[in-house]
Structures are given as structure tokens and as C-alpha cells.
């Protein structure tokens, strides 16, 4: 437990559990494509990790970071690549790995710009998947979990940078973000 966090949603053998199912699907659809895995900065970091351990099939691993849209455009969908991947991904079969999926601005984005490139498929798989918060029309291929409409951290999930090295996930007590300065 942690003292600025109200309850834990999901522990840290019961998310194991989930990424290693995740992981033998993943093993069974991509069996043969050596597809190339793109952890999404830096939420992700985490459940890549564990992820990519799970995947039994050869594989490649890249990284890419994303502008977030900001308290200002916040609806605004405009997403920045602060970094890009290293190599072309013409004619691979791409695995995007987020943590979570809230409005879908992010994957959106990445899914249409990565699409551009010729990729032969791009896929999502993200452990978590917040259907209330969606503004636009996603979602991802694999997922772990549905959450609530709460404000969540852990296992990579931050808020204002801290909390991602909890080995759980649980739910931010309001009066830290009621009265925090900083976005
Ligand atoms: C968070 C999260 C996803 C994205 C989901 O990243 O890790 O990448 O937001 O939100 P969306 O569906 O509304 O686009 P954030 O921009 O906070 O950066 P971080 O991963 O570095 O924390
Ligand atoms: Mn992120
Ligand atoms: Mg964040």
C-alpha cells in the first residue's frame, strides 16, 4: 500500500497473471511475423517489460514518446512525436503497447501515423482500457483490464511524474490532486 493511494484496484500477482495471458495470445497470433513491439514513453515501460517476457516468438523491441496534449488542448487531439523510432517499420507486423487507453487521442494518432509508414498490420494491446473517458473512436485489439472512471497509478500510471514504480494499480486519493500546483 502506499499512503497517497486510496484503494489498490489490481495487485501485483493479479496484473502478472493477466500480461502472461496476454502474452500466450500474443505468442499465438504472431508466431512467424517477428513483429516489432512499440512501448509508448513512459507509461508503458513497465508492462513492456513484462510483456515482452510472456512473448515467445523472435521479436523486435523499439520506443517512441508522445507530446502530451496538455491541460490547454486537452481535447484538441494534436499529439506530437518528441521520439521516433529508429528504423522503418515498412512491411512489419507492429504491436503499439500502451498502459491505458482513456480519450484514444494518443492511439489514434499513432495508429493513422504508423499506418502511413506501410506497416503490414498495426496492432494495440494496452493493459488497461478506460471506456468512459473515450472522445474518439478506438480501441484496442488486446487488453487487460476495464477500469473506472477514477484517477489511477501505478505500474507506470503516474500523476505529476510519481507513482510509477508502485507494483500495483490503485486509485489516488482526490484530496492529492485537489490540492496539488502542478499538472
Ligand atoms: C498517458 C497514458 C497513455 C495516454 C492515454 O500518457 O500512458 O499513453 O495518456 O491517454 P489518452 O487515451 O487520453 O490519449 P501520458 O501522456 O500521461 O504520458 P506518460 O505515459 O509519460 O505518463
Ligand atoms: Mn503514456
Ligand atoms: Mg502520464
Do not use: W
Amino acid at each position: 500500500m502506499h499512503p497517497d493511494v486510496e484503494s489498490i484496484l489490481f495487485d501485483e500477482q493479479t496484473i502478472l497473471n493477466k500480461v502472461l495471458e496476454l502474452g500466450n495470445q500474443l505468442t499465438e497470433d504472431y508466431r512467424g511475423k517477428n513483429p516489432l513491439f512499440i512501448c509508448i514513453l513512459k507509461g508503458a515501460t513497465l508492462f513492456m517489460a513484462d510483456l515482452v517476457k510472456r512473448v515467445n516468438v523472435p521479436m523486435e523491441m523499439d520506443f517512441m514518446a508522445i507530446s502530451s496534449y496538455g491541460a490547454s488542448s486537452q481535447s484538441s487531439g494534436v499529439v506530437r512525436i518528441l521520439k521516433d523510432l529508429e528504423r522503418s517499420i515498412e512491411g512489419r507486423h507492429v504491436v503499439i503497447v500502451e498502459d491505458i487507453v482513456d480519450t484514444g487521442l494518443t492511439l489514434k494518432y499513432l495508429r493513422d501515423a504508423l499506418m502511413h509508414r506501410h506497416a503490414a498490420s498495426v496492432k494495440i494491446v494496452s493493459l488497461f482500457d478506460k471506456p468512459s473517458g473515450r472522445k474518439v473512436d478506438i480501441a484496442p485489439d488486446y487488453y487487460g483490464f476495464t477500469v473506472p472512471n477514477a484517477f489511477i497509478v501505478g505500474y507506470g500510471l503516474d500523476y505529476a511524474e510519481q507513482y510509477r514504480n508502485l507494483p500495483f494499480v490503485g486509485v489516488l486519493k482526490s484530496d492529492i490532486y485537489a490540492t496539488s500546483k502542478t499538472d
